[in-house]
């Protein structure tokens, strides 16, 4: 099929590559010049890992091409993909200039009919909107041509979407134009087994389907988070009781990490969307502001246990920051839990300096500015003279930790783990002061 799609960001560029390695013609469309004049030079903008390779495959058989002119995106095309960012505004309320934008070029421009599907993450009802403004743009054009809208959400976790898209858990669609579901079915053809079947529904229904579920896995975290700082102090050790309540099907294993707050672009924008679309309906989903509280909280818990450790007194204080990213394989800096916590120790007046093993590489991906702040490229370059180690992301990297290299650099030997990926009797072992979240009792502390 011919595919164009809007947006060259995460969910854009893996779509594309993705969709071009399975033969399809993809076209991706962009309003910034400059990304589409790298990327078809092969400079992919954001790290995921295989990306740089699906892309070079794709501009190398010539079924992925990149352009910035809204023409030559919608001439001659089977399916048109909506990957634009959807921002929060501030206030909870998502932003869709760029998706109103989408629906203006579209309506603008095209003269033939296509399928529009809606792959960025959008509130309910958005579908229907954007039907009606690219229908009132045909209109006064006098085109008589069809441009059917769909919800299309993706599901895709940095880090592994590119498996993920091969090999997806579902692929929802909601829409009840059977033009599009047989335009759809064969745009995913072979991606899921013959059993499966694409599971179609209103586009409200699949919009809301999206928030739903990244509403439901933030409150798995949170849920955890929350019990994770009662078993410190009842000498219950949460990763136990993650692995017990893994394997009752009803609960499922994933989503019961306790760490130091989740982040990314997903969780807290979606969450903060579904409150905010719940409340002009006069409804409120309390449920889902006590997730976002209790995030909130966890992710200044590993400052609190530094400053109870330092008497509140960060002056002569430096502390080291291993991992950036709000998880690990990506360059993610969007909402990271180490956010939070650098600028609290910033604000304290301690000295903080930082490793990532991606960030570390694109200072513009790290735009805090600050003169106590410094980015170091070597994980143990930056813990020298260090009154403690904090790890926010649990990189690979940072598992086989050498305890006497850090110990023979650190000027006080203190780790708060996280991510709870060290062994809390492995560091006792080597004489270092020990917190993490939820498996370390605090009468043991
Ligand atoms: C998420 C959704 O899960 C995915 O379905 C959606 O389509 C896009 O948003 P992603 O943003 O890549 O994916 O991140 P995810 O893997 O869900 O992790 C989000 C945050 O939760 C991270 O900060 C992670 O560290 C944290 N997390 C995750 C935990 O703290 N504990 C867990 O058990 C799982």
């Known amino acids: 099929m011919k595919v164009t799609i809007f947006g060259t960001g995460y969910v854009g560029l893996v779509t594309a590559g993705c969709l071009a390695h399975k033969n399809h013609e993809v076209l991706c469309y962009d309003t910034d010049n400059d990304r589409i004049k790298k990327l078809d030079n092969g400079l992919v903008p954001i790290f995921e890992p295989g990306l740089d390779n699906i892309i070079a495959e794709g501009i190398g058989s010539g079924k992925l091409l990149f352009t910035s002119s809204p023409q030559e995106a919608l001439r001659s095309l089977d399916i048109i993909i909506l990957c634009v960012g959807t921002p929060d505004k501030g206030s909870g309320e998502t932003s869709l200039i760029a998706i109103e934008s989408c629906a203006k070029t579209i309506s603008d421009i095209s003269s033939q009919s296509v399928p529009v599907l809606i792959k960025s993450t959008v509130p309910v009802g958005t579908s229907v909107k954007i039907q009606y403004l690219i229908n009132k743009g045909l209109k006064e054009r006098k085109l008589d041509i069809k441009i059917p809208v769909a919800s299309n959400p993706e599901f895709l976790h940095e880090g592994v979407a590119i498996s993920e898209f091969y090999n997806p858990d579902r692929i929802i669609l909601g829409t009840k134009d059977q033009e599009v579901i047989k335009a759809t079915i064969k745009l995913y053809e072979g991606l899921m087994p013959e059993s499966q079947e694409i599971l179609v529904m209103s586009p409200e229904s699949s919009e809301l389907t999206k928030y739903a579920s990244n509403s439901f896995l933030a409150t798995k975290i949170s849920y955890m988070n929350q019990l994770s700082q009662f078993c410190s102090l009842v000498g219950a050790n949460i990763d136990d009781v993650r692995k017990g309540m893994g394997p009752d099907p009803d609960i499922a294993p994933g989503y019961l990490y306790a760490g130091c707050g989740f982040g990314g672009s997903c969780l807290p924008k979606d969450i903060n969307s579904l409150i905010y679309q719940a409340g002009e309906k006069g409804r409120d989903l309390s449920i889902l502001k006590a997730v976002r509280e209790v995030n909130e909280n966890q992710k200044k818990y590993l400052f609190s246990i530094a400053a109870s450790l330092f008497s509140n007194e960060f002056k002569d204080k430096k502390v080291a920051i291993w991992g950036l990213s709000f998880k690990p394989e990506t360059d993610d800096m969007r909402g990271a839990p180490s956010l939070t916590i650098i600028k609290k120790l910033l604000d304290s007046g301690a000295k ?68 709870n990926i060290l062994f809390p009797k492995e560091a006792a072992l080597n004489n270092f002061e020990y917190f993490d979240i939820g498996r370390t009792s605090i009468n043991q502390r």
């Open 352 to 419: 903080v300096e930082c490793y990532d093993p991606v960030v570390s590489q694109d200072r513009e991906k790290f735009n805090i500015q600050n003169e106590s702040l410094r980015l170091g490229t070597d994980p143990y370059e930056v813990v020298r003279d260090a009154d403690c180690l904090i790890i926010c992301t649990e990189w690979n990297e940072f598992k086989n930790i050498n305890y006497k290299k850090l110990g023979s650099l650190m000027n006080r030997k203190t780790i708060l783990d996280g991510r």
